[in-house]
């Protein structure tokens, strides 16, 4: 048996799915699911969570009030992320403004010299960049379905077109 190394390569059960897009498409998956968890279990009561993002950060120079409108913002964030992210629609977007997000959040830790947490959120800030730089595999998405969709009508309804002399 030989082993394929390959991204082209297309054993996979699915016809014309690479390995580079079933990659692709397994970590976007986890990721969205991962950050709609996140917004799914801050979002039942977001005031609890935002007092307690304000009372870790009552040691550092940002002001509360600021601390408590993302905090109260967050949870709505991530849910919207992780749905965009687990369909696969929208998800060069939904990648880039989560990795806004991850930047808000690292630059917050950092603050709170919090280094533990900081190294588990860069993770999330290599996930959301190399995903973002292999975009062009995310073919098992609602963007590529859509696409594949429009580019269909297009090439329809130009066989369709009556050319005038």
């Known amino acids: 048996m030989k082993l394929s190394t390959s991204p ?10 690479t390995n580079a897009m079933a990659g692709y498409f397994l970590l976007r998956l986890s990721l969205g699911i991962n950050i709609l968890g996140h917004g799914l279990v801050r979002i039942g009561n977001p005031g609890a969570f935002a007092d307690a993002l304000v009372q870790l950060f009552a040691h550092t120079w ?19 992320l992780g749905v965009l992210l687990t369909l696969g629609l929208l998800t060069r977007a939904a990648l880039f403004a989560g990795g806004l997000v991850m930047v808000s959040l690292i630059f917050g830790t950092a603050l ?22 292999t975009a062009h595999v995310n073919r098992l998405s609602l963007d590529a379905w859509w696409a594949r969709t429009r580019s269909h009508s297009r090439a329809v309804s130009s066989t369709n077109a009556v050319s005038v002399p």
């Not at 709170?112 to 730089?133: H, K, N, P």
């Open 62 to 80: 940002l002001p509360s009030p600021l601390v408590r409108l993302f905090a109260l913002l967050l949870p709505f964030i991530e849910l919207i």
């Open 112 to 133: 709170r010299s919090d280094w533990e947490t900081l190294g588990l959120q860069m993770i999330y800030a290599a996930l959301y960049s190399a995903l973002m730089a």
């Open 8 to 17: 082209e390569d297309t054993s996979l059960p699915v016809p014309g799915l």
